[in-house]
Structures are given as structure tokens and as C-alpha cells.
């Protein structure tokens, strides 16, 4: 099962992003800051923060093919494998990943509300949706600073 | 005429028709309207108006626009006139300006009208006019006879008027013409023509000479088809206007065509002149009898052979030897002249043209002929002069420069002259007129301005004169001719006594005085000096208190005397100082404008303060420029640090887009999953726990596979099949899946192993990258903050204000140029303006000078008047007295004739009458009465007359008889014995010596007793004829006192 389990040999399933967030996303995300980039950031400072957000409404999706990097779903895994307090014998279940994933999705949203709050601030204007076009340069030093700060 | 009637003109509507039909009221108020302002106004068309206008039979309307030689100034036309019958004298419009209308109007009119105005629709106006004042020139073809009418008074229904067209088959020659016989027929009416007519019509000749370019241009374009509207363009005038002046034939009247025509053949066929014959076969389309006309007017040619197109005759032979006999100077010699083919050639023709030209009083200029009246000979040499014509035949060269000399010079040797070949002839008469001196030929001195003598004759004659009047007082001229005959005629053969004469006026004037054929020095006296002295009596005191008693002593009865005065008095006016007033008043006028010219020109320099405003201008302008070049400069090196520092920034930027690119990296994947590495290192831990309870295998399935394949053992020993080993390795491959985590496991260990390895250095680089940030971070914010200042500061000057500034720094250069211009345009305006001053000044002087002479004239003038005054009472006395001489010469008379008469007819002669030419005529009870009486009465009568004249030339005698002898011959003969005692007794009476002249018959005894009785008896003489040669004259008074009267 592990064997399936094991990136490239399992079916790719959907991640998906709420209609609350999906906003900020194509607007801080462009050809150099994927999507998918800016997930696993999320999903990582929900995660750190221990910060979920349920979603309530689904409205981007993309795929998990797109992560191509192993070191990423081990994080995945350990994030994943610290919920259930290591117990690994629930790798053997095949629906391993649809019923944990969702954890790492609302990790994600609690991550972007994170950095909402104490990164973006003011930059982002949630009414119309649209985020300040000078900040989007400025966001990443203030991203790599808080993350540095606060945990490097 | 008011200013009012033009503008209410406006009251007219636009419509024309209107204008006809309605506002005829206000149209009979007007009388004269504006023509520009009214075409304009009622965009009519010259030539409807001109239609409308005709219609209207009450008026007489002069429309200035028909006539073409105003066609030039017609922009400028004022006005023209509708004049309804108006009480003035004159009517009178002749297109020009206003000025010259008013200075006409006056007594008299003058109407050049095309005909077709004048004759039907005016006539009848013309008789409610004051028509005897009325002249109007319409026809030119009939103007003679017109003339004749209005001098035979046939033309009765007019009475003085008569009409001539100016523009229709005339030229200026019959114009003149024509204006002379006007200005006849005036003086036969005491009407000076010239005090009404002179400004139109001088401006009407100068008109055609100054415009004839542009008439000619016209002409020639019309002929070369182009439109009317392309020659009213070029000459800025209306197509109509040009129609006009085409229509009217005015170029072609002037024959011009024609004669350029004529020309061409000339030019080109030079080969005729050598037979004296125009070929015009070159012109045989061309031809036609109007141009045969012009050249036989041209050239006085009468017979023309029309088969053959030539003009062969007599007296086109005359003008070419007159072309040769008058220049000579260009022509050495008839045979040259005639047989020298080369000469004809290349020299004839140009001359030839240029002289008929001359001739004809034309001119080739821009090859383009014209029409100059004042060209004469003189202009023509210097026309040659000017234009480097060359002259004569192969040494035409010394004759050129004769010519530049003679007229660049007053005087010239006139020995050069001769070796020339150019004689006096062709000079005197090119220089007629002029101011060079040049011999006379014909021997007269009344060109005495004409006469040459060169200096060194001059000066023989004048030191033979000085010597001669040393001894002389007399020098007769033909002396002095034959004495210098021989030198005269070296210089000329035309010198006479004549032109030594005038010679000799002319030069010694001042030394000597002169009367004609003889000269006189100033010591010498005779009659004349009496009168001479008697002259300058006069001129002292005619002024003011002339005894004119004086006059009568002087020239008492000495009525030659008195003539002679007269004479020489009327040569003393006849120097006529009018005139010199009427030149000096124009000449003052001159200076007047002259100085008025100078005074606008000083005005003009007096702009020198405005240059130099201009200049203190420039100059502030060039230091307000100047300042804001520094600001400039200033600005430029802001504008560099700001260059620098956005490059600064833009490096900045640079790297600060590095580091962002770099920092991306630092958010994305493998080193994000730094932050979950304690989870990752946990994880870890737990699988590697699973792998102590051996739930992880160690070895890997390729292994087992590999070690299955090749049949070895990993020590080395072969596997062998169904082997113990062999079936283990077997059992661990069906049995691998289960040990999955080895995988996941490995995973953890090498992803952890990497992780752990580039934590720290990731760390350090993200601290580097945060520092570099911040730092590049303060350094834009600083560079921003330095760009901000320096885009304030810049901010006031735009980009526009500093382009301009460069362009401030070119115009400041050409600034200063012109300062450097301006300077140089000041000094010279200052030296023109000090000529101009001196100049005026010179002039101011010469109108002091002007003036002064003004008044001397202005006294001369008064002096002339005194004097006219002068001579006519003069003559009045001289009038009076013959009367007076006459009636007492008829009282005497009459006292003397019934004296002697019988008592019976003494009844019968009332009085002896003396006519003016001193005729005797008898009056008796109011008859003439002479036819009557019988010869010894009249013998009576005239023997009383002749008592009358010597008692009157004896009339200061005291004692009252003739002091001279009176001499009768046989005045007995006729007598009655009654008359002659009466004769004898009374004659003695009056007469200191009677010698009588008798016959024997005529002395009776009782005559002789008579005789004797009176006492008055003298001596007795008998003069007796012995043959046909001697006469015996014997004194007899005793015989007759004594023994022979007994």
C-alpha cells in the first residue's frame, strides 16, 4: 500500500482552494510564484501556526501532479503523520491521502489567513478583491523576513 | 460737391434694378458718387452701370472709366460724375483726379468721351447746359471739318461744340496736332486753352509715354492668344479693364506693330539697303495696307509696288544719305559706304535701327521700341555711349572715345575732331540745345551757346584786341576775321564772320563792348552813349520821380531819338523776368521738397534713439538671458546627479530583482520544508524505530533479484537452484512487499541528511539576502528622497524651458551679432545723418540765396511794370506832341493861306486840315474842298504849309523867322497878279532869305514894281544859257534896283 501511497505510483488527486482565498491567490501568483508555490507555503505556516480554516465554498483546483519535488510530500507526510501520531499502519488504508489531505488543505487556509493578518495587512482590499500592484514586489522580502524571524 | 453725396449713394439698394427703377429721385440729387465704393457695393459690373446710366437722357454723364489712359490708375479712380443740369459754367470731367476736375471747372469743358456717349443721348442735354462753354472731343476722323464748322458757324445746332474722339484711329502725333488746333481756335476766342486743359492732357502724354511697357505688353499678349484674365494678372488689373484698353485699339493706334514689323525686315534684310530698296516679301502674309500705311508714314515713302512687295523711291534714298550725310561721324565716306559690304553688314544695321529709331523719335529698349519724344540727337550719342555702340567702320574705336569725351567734357580739341572725319555739322546739330559748345556752321550767332573755339585761338584774338584798342577805338569784326581766317579755317570750313562774331559775343563780352560789325572799347563816345546815359537816368529814377519835361528836351523833335529809346528799352524788357520768376518759384518749390525729403530722412535718423532703445533692449535681454544660462548650468547639473542617481537606482533595482528573484526561491519547495524539518526529523525517528522491530528489511528487492540471476552469493559462492539459499532468496522476494517502509524510510534519511546539510548555509543566505534587501532597500529610499529634491527643483524648470534655454543660448549669439550690426548700422546712419544735416543745410542757404533773388526779381519785376508804364507814357507824349505839332502846323497854315488869298475867296477855306501822314485836305462849310481850288490856290496852300512847317521848326527863334533861306523855284507861274503881290509882300515877312527862281515872264514890270516896294530886295542874278555847255550868271541888282526896272 505504501508502495501506492508513494508519490508518482498513486493516482493524483485534486487540491482544492476556497472562494474566500482564491482571490489573493491569482493575484499574488504569477509565472515565477505558482499557485501551488504559494499552497505550500500556506499549508506550511497553518501547519506551523496550527492555525485551520474549514472550506466552506471550493473554488480553485489544481493538480497534485504538479508537485514534482519528493522532499515536499514528505513534508506532506510528517505534517500528515504528526496528526496521527505516527501511525503508520494508516498508510495501508487506501483513502490515506483523501481523508488527511483535507487537514493539509485547511492548514492552507489558515495559513493565508495568517499571513493576511500579519503579512499583506492593509494591502489587500478583501470587499473588491483586488491587492495593492506596488506590494506584490515587497510581499516576498516580507514573507522571507517574517519566516526568517520568526522560526529560521 | 459733398462728401454727403458719395455716401448717399449708399441709400441705393443692391439691386440694380431697384436702382433704376425706384431711387431715381435720389439719383437726380446726386452729383457724383463714388465708383469703387458703388461697384463695390452693388456688385455691378462696370459696363452695366454704364448702360444704366445712358438711359438716363436727363443727365449728362461723363463715365472716367471709358478712358483707357487712366487704365493704370483705374484702382485708384476716385470718382466720376453725374452732373444733372446744374447752373455751373462748366461741365466738365475728364476722368482724372478730383483735383484737376475742380481746377477745371471753372468757364469751360472739355470732354473726352468715346462718341457713342456724346452725340444722340447728350445732344439735346448739352442745350440745357451753358453750352457756349462746352467742348467736347469725340471724333478724330471728322474733327477738321468739325473744326471748320465751329470756325464757319455752320455747325449751328451745337453752336461751339464739337466733338473728337481721343482713342479711336488716332495716334499721338494727330493728337497733338489735334490739340494745337484746339488751342488755335481758343486764341481766336481769347481763351488760353492751357489754363483749363494743360494738366489732362500733359498728363495724358506722359500717361502713354510711362505706361507704354504695359500697353505694349498687353498688346503683344493678346496677339500670342493668351486669356485676358492671365495678362490681368500679371499687370494687377481686372479682365474687364483689359478688355477695355483691347477694344479700344489704343495699342493698335499706336502703330506699333507695325513698326516693329518694319524693323524686323530691316534687321534682316540688310542687303537692300545697298540699292536703296525695302525688300518686304518676308512680310508677304503678314502684310497688309494698314502696315504699308505706317511705313510709308514712317518713312515718307509715297510709292510702294505692291506686285513685287517693295518700296523702292527717291526719297528712301534721300533718308539713307541723310542717315550718312548727318552721321558722318559714324560713316567715313559715300564710296565706304556704299561699296564696303563687310561694313554694311556687320555695322549698318545696327545703326541704321538705332538712328530711324532716333529719327522717328523712338527708342529700342529691352528690345522693346518706345515711343520717346524728348529723345533727342544728344541722348542718342549718349545712348551709344553708355551701351558701348560701336561707332564708324574698322577704327571706330577713336570716335568712341572722342564721343565719351565730348560729352564728359565741356570742351575738346577740335583738331582731334578732325582727323575723326567728324565734322561740325553732324555736331552742331546732335548738340543743338545742349550744353556743349559746338561751332555753328550755318554762320549765324544765334546759337551763340553752340559756338566752339579752342582756348588757344581764343587767347590769340583776345591779346590782338587788347593790343589794338590801344591805339583804336574802332575795331571793325571782319578785320579781325580776315585776320584770322586762315587759323579759323584750319579748325573749320564753315567759320564766317558771323560765327566769329558770336564767337567773339559770346567770350569777350565782359571786356569789350561790341555793336554787330564792329567792336568798341569803353573810352569810345558817340550818339548813343547820350542815350546810353539817358538809359541809366531812366533807370535811376523811373521809380519814383521821373521829370518826364527831361525826356521831351532831350529828344525834342528828334523822333528817331525817341524810337531808339524805345527800342532799346524794349531790349531791356524783353529780358523777360516773369518767366525767371515762374522757374525760380518752381526751383524754390524743389528745394522745398528737397528739404522736406532731407527733414523725413533726419526724421528717418532720428530712429538712431530708437536703435539705440533697441540696443539698451538687446543688451537687458542678454543679461536676463545670461542669468538664466547660469540657472541653466546650474539645472544641467542637477539634471546630471539626478542621472546619476537614477542609474544608482536603476542598479539598485537591479539587484534588488535579483534578490527578489533569488528570495522567490527561498518561498518555494524544498526550502520551505526547512521550517517542518523537526517533523521530518520525528518522522524519522518513528521509522527508524519500525526498523529495529525489523518490520523494515534491509536489503533491497534488486539485490535479491540480482543475486537470483547471476547465482552468486554476495561472499562469492555459487547459488544453486532448489539450494537452501536459493529458496530463502525466493521466500524474501515473495515476502519484500510486505517490508514497504525500507523505501519510505530511505526517503526520510536522504531528504533529512540533505536538508540538515544545506540548513545552515540556506540560513545564512536568506539572512545575507534580508541584509542585502534592507541595505538596498535604504539605499533606493535615499536615492528616492535625493531624486525627489532634485525633480522638485526641476520641476520648475520643464523640459520645454530648458530646450528653450538652448535655443536662449543660439539667440543670445545671433543677439550679440546683431548688437555688433547695430552698432555698425548706428555710425554709418550718424555719418549719413551728418552729410544730410550739411546738406540741408547747404540747402537752407540756398533758399536764403533763392529768396533773396526772389525779391530782386519780384523788384525787377515792379521795376518792369514802372518801366512798361514808362514807355507808354511816353509814347503818348510822343503821340501828343506830333498832335499838337500837327494842329498848329494847320493853323498856321490856314493863317497864312487867307492871308495870301483874295479877299473874295478868303470866305471859302474854313481851315487847312494834316492827316497823319501828313496829307493836306482843304475844309470848307464841312466838304473837302481842295478838289476845287485852282492851281494857283492850291500853290497858295502849299506855299502857307511850307510857311507853317519852318515857323514851327523855328519856333524858339526870337525873332520869328526862318533862319533859314527859303528857295522858290518860278512860283509865279501859275498865279494870278492879286496872289502874287500878296505872296511877295507877306513871305519876306517870316523868312531871312527868299531865293526866287523865276522866268522872264514871271517878272513882269508889275511884279517887279511890287518887288521893289517892299523893301526886301536884295540882289538880282540872270542866268543865261549861251549853248549846250555853259550858262553865264550875271549880277544885275543894279540894273534892277535902278535903270532896268525903269
Not at chain 2, 196 to 202: A, L
Not at chain 2, 230 to 256: H, T
Request: glycine fraction near 2%.
Amino acid at each position: 500500500l505504501i508502495n501506492k501511497v508513494e508519490f508518482g505510483k498513486i493516482n493524483y488527486f485534486k487540491i482544492f482552494i476556497s472562494e474566500k482565498y482564491s482571490g489573493i491567490y491569482e493575484s499574488l501568483c504569477d509565472e515565477k510564484l505558482e499557485i501551488k508555490d504559494l499552497f505550500y507555503l500556506c499549508a506550511v505556516i497553518g501547519f506551523k501556526n496550527n492555525h485551520k480554516e474549514k472550506i466552506e465554498k471550493k473554488q480553485k483546483e489544481f493538480n497534485s501532479s504538479y508537485y514534482s519535488d519528493k522532499s515536499i510530500f514528505l513534508s506532506f507526510y510528517s505534517m500528515i503523520f504528526d496528526k496521527i501520531n505516527y501511525n503508520f499502519e494508516e498508510m495501508k488504508n487506501e483513502s490515506f491521502f483523501n481523508n488527511y489531505f483535507k487537514d493539509i488543505e485547511e492548514y492552507a487556509e489558515g495559513g493565508m489567513s495568517i499571513l493576511l493578518e500579519e503579512v499583506i495587512k492593509n494591502n489587500y482590499n478583501k470587499n473588491t478583491n483586488s491587492l495593492n500592484p506596488r506590494y506584490k514586489d515587497k510581499f516576498l522580502f516580507d514573507v522571507l523576513n517574517k519566516m526568517y524571524k520568526s522560526r529560521l | 460737391m459733398n462728401t454727403d453725396d458719395i455716401f448717399s449713394f449708399k441709400t441705393f439698394n443692391q439691386n440694380k434694378k431697384i436702382f433704376k427703377d425706384n431711387d431715381l429721385s435720389n439719383f437726380k440729387n446726386i452729383k457724383k458718387i463714388n465708383l469703387v465704393y458703388f461697384l463695390k457695393n452693388n456688385k455691378v459690373s462696370i459696363r452695366s452701370i454704364s448702360s444704366i446710366i445712358k438711359e438716363y437722357k436727363n443727365y449728362f454723364i461723363l463715365n472716367n472709366f471709358q478712358i483707357d489712359y487712366d487704365f493704370i490708375k483705374y484702382q485708384k479712380v476716385s470718382s466720376f460724375p453725374i452732373l444733372n443740369n446744374s447752373d455751373k459754367d462748366l461741365l466738365i470731367y475728364n476722368n482724372i483726379k478730383d483735383k484737376y476736375i475742380f481746377e477745371v471747372e471753372k468757364k469751360y469743358l472739355f470732354l473726352f468721351l468715346p462718341s457713342k456717349y456724346l452725340p444722340e443721348n447728350c445732344k439735346d442735354n448739352f442745350n440745357n447746359l451753358n453750352k457756349k462753354n462746352v467742348f467736347g472731343i469725340n471724333s478724330l476722323k471728322n474733327y477738321k471739318n468739325l473744326y471748320n464748322y465751329t470756325i464757319n458757324n455752320k455747325y449751328k445746332s451745337d453752336d461751339d461744340f464739337f466733338s473728337i474722339n481721343f482713342f479711336k484711329d488716332s495716334n499721338i502725333r494727330l493728337k497733338i496736332d489735334l490739340i494745337e488746333d484746339i488751342i488755335n481756335y481758343l486764341k481766336d476766342k481769347n481763351i488760353n486753352f492751357y489754363d483749363y486743359i494743360s494738366i489732362n492732357y500733359y498728363y495724358y502724354i506722359n500717361y502713354l509715354k510711362d505706361n507704354f511697357d504695359n500697353l505694349y505688353f498687353i498688346f503683344e499678349e493678346n496677339t500670342n492668344g493668351s486669356t485676358l484674365k492671365n495678362i490681368g494678372n500679371k499687370l494687377n488689373l481686372s479682365r474687364e479693364r483689359i478688355r477695355q484698353i483691347i477694344n479700344k485699339n489704343i495699342l493698335r493706334s499706336m502703330k506699333f506693330k507695325n513698326f516693329k514689323l518694319l524693323i524686323l525686315t530691316l534687321v534682316k534684310n540688310s542687303e537692300p539697303y545697298h540699292k536703296y530698296i525695302i525688300d518686304l516679301n518676308s512680310l508677304k502674309d503678314k502684310l497688309d495696307i494698314n502696315i504699308v500705311k505706317t511705313i510709308k508714314y514712317i518713312l515718307n515713302i509715297e510709292s510702294y509696288d505692291f506686285k513685287n512687295n517693295v518700296f523702292f523711291t527717291d526719297k528712301f534714298k534721300n533718308l539713307i544719305k541723310k542717315v550718312y550725310i548727318d552721321f558722318n561721324l559714324f560713316f567715313y565716306d559715300k564710296e565706304r559706304f556704299i561699296n564696303d559690304n563687310f561694313y554694311l553688314k556687320e555695322k549698318i544695321d545696327d545703326f541704321l535701327i538705332n538712328y530711324i529709331f532716333l529719327y522717328y523719335d523712338y527708342t529700342k529698349i529691352n528690345d522693346y521700341f518706345y515711343c520717346n519724344s524728348n529723345f533727342t540727337k544728344k541722348s542718342f550719342i549718349e545712348y551709344v555711349v553708355k551701351n558701348d555702340f560701336k561707332l564708324g567702320y574698322k577704327n571706330n574705336k577713336s570716335n568712341f572715345n572722342i564721343l565719351k569725351n565730348l560729352l564728359s567734357e565741356k570742351y575738346f580739341d577740335i583738331l582731334k575732331l578732325k582727323k575723326t572725319n567728324i565734322t561740325f555739322r553732324s555736331l552742331s546739330s546732335s548738340f543743338d540745345n545742349s550744353k556743349y559748345l559746338v561751332l555753328s556752321d550755318r554762320g549765324t550767332y544765334t546759337h551763340i551757346d553752340n559756338v566752339y573755339i579752342s582756348k588757344n585761338l581764343l587767347n590769340e584774338i583776345k591779346e590782338y584786341l587788347y593790343n589794338y584798342f590801344k591805339i583804336n577805338d574802332i575795331m571793325p569784326t571782319y578785320k579781325l576775321f580776315e585776320m584770322f581766317k586762315e587759323k579759323l579755317f584750319n579748325y573749320s570750313n564753315c567759320l564766317n564772320k558771323y560765327s566769329l562774331y558770336g564767337i567773339l559775343k559770346y567770350y569777350f563780352s565782359n571786356d569789350f563792348k561790341f555793336k554787330e560789325g564792329a567792336f568798341i572799347t569803353s573810352s569810345s563816345y558817340n550818339n548813343d552813349t547820350i542815350l546810353e546815359k539817358f538809359e541809366e537816368i531812366c533807370y535811376k529814377n523811373f521809380d519814383s520821380s521821373f521829370n518826364f519835361k527831361d525826356i521831351r528836351k532831350l529828344s525834342y523833335f528828334e523822333k528817331y531819338k525817341i524810337d531808339n529809346f524805345i527800342e532799346r528799352s524794349k531790349k531791356i524788357i524783353r529780358y523777360d523776368k516773369y518767366d525767371y520768376i515762374n522757374i525760380r518759384d518752381l526751383n524754390l518749390k524743389n528745394v522745398d521738397i528737397i528739404i522736406k525729403k532731407i527733414e523725413l530722412e533726419i526724421e528717418k535718423n532720428i530712429k538712431n534713439k530708437e536703435y539705440e532703445l533697441e540696443k539698451n533692449y538687446i543688451t537687458k535681454e542678454l543679461n536676463y538671458i545670461e542669468l538664466k544660462l547660469v540657472e541653466n548650468i546650474k539645472a544641467k547639473e542637477n539634471l546630471n546627479t539626478l542621472k546619476i542617481l537614477k542609474e544608482q537606482k536603476n542598479k539598485i533595482d537591479k539587484r534588488l530583482n535579483d534578490l527578489k528573484n533569488e528570495s522567490l526561491e527561498y518561498i518555494k519547495g524544498k526550502n520551505i520544508t526547512l521550517l517542518l524539518l523537526d517533523k521530518i526529523e520525528r518522522c524519522y525517528e518513528e521509522i527508524k524505530i519500525l526498523k529495529k522491530e525489523d518490520k523494515i528489511q534491509n536489503y533491497s528487492i534488486e539485490l535479491i533479484d540480482e543475486l537470483l540471476e547471476n547465482k552468486k552469493c554476495i561472499c562469492g559462492n555459487p547459488i544453486h537452484k532448489n539450494s537452501e539459499s536459493y529458496n530463502k532468496l525466493l521466500e524474501l522476494k515473495n515476502n519484500y512487499s510486505e517490508s514497504d517502509y525500507k523505501r519510505f524510510y530511505e526517503d526520510f534519511y536522504i531528504n533529512l541528511k540533505i536538508l540538515k546539510e544545506s540548513k545552515k548555509s540556506k540560513k545564512d543566505r536568506i539572512s545575507k539576502i534580508l541584509k542585502n534587501i534592507n541595505e538596498s532597500k535604504d539605499d533606493r529610499e535615499k536615492i528616492l528622497i535625493q531624486i525627489e529634491t532634485l525633480e522638485e527643483k526641476l520641476s520648475n524648470l520643464s523640459s520645454e524651458k530648458l530646450s528653450n534655454l538652448d535655443n536662449s543660448e543660439n539667440t543670445l549669439k545671433s543677439l550679440k551679432k546683431d548688437l555688433i550690426n547695430n552698432e555698425a548700422g548706428i555710425q554709418n546712419l550718424e555719418k549719413e545723418m551728418k552729410i544730410l544735416k550739411i546738406k540741408k543745410t547747404d540747402l537752407l542757404n540756398e533758399i536764403e540765396k533763392l529768396e533773396k533773388e526772389e525779391k530782386e526779381i519780384k523788384n525787377l519785376s515792379i521795376k518792369k511794370k514802372y518801366l512798361n508804364n514808362f514807355l507808354k507814357t511816353i509814347n503818348e507824349i510822343k503821340d501828343n506832341y506830333i498832335q499838337k505839332v500837327r494842329t498848329t502846323l494847320s493853323e498856321e497854315s490856314t493863317n497864312m493861306t487867307k492871308k495870301l488869298i483874295n479877299e473874295k475867296d478868303k470866305n471859302l477855306i474854313d481851315s487847312i486840315k494834316i492827316n497823319d501822314k501828313y496829307e493836306i485836305s482843304l475844309n470848307s462849310q464841312g466838304h473837302d474842298f481842295l478838289a476845287n481850288l485852282s492851281a494857283g490856290q492850291k500853290h497858295l496852300v502849299s506855299l502857307s504849309f511850307i510857311y507853317a512847317l519852318a515857323k514851327i521848326a523855328n519856333e524858339n527863334n526870337e525873332e520869328n523867322t526862318l533862319s533859314i533861306p527859303l528857295i522858290m523855284d518860278t512860283p509865279f507861274g501859275r498865279l494870278s497878279s492879286e496872289h502874287r503881290k500878296s505872296i511877295i509882300e507877306n513871305v519876306p515877312q517870316f523868312c531871312s532869305q527868299w531865293i526866287l527862281l523865276v522866268t522872264d515872264t514871271e517878272l513882269e514890270d508889275k511884279t517887279k514894281s511890287i518887288i521893289k516896294n517892299t523893301n526886301y530886295f536884295g540882289k538880282y542874278y540872270e542866268i543865261n544859257k549861251k549853248n549846250e555847255y555853259i550858262s553865264i550868271i550875271e549880277n544885275k541888282t543894279n540894273l534892277f534896283g535902278g535903270n532896268y526896272f525903269d
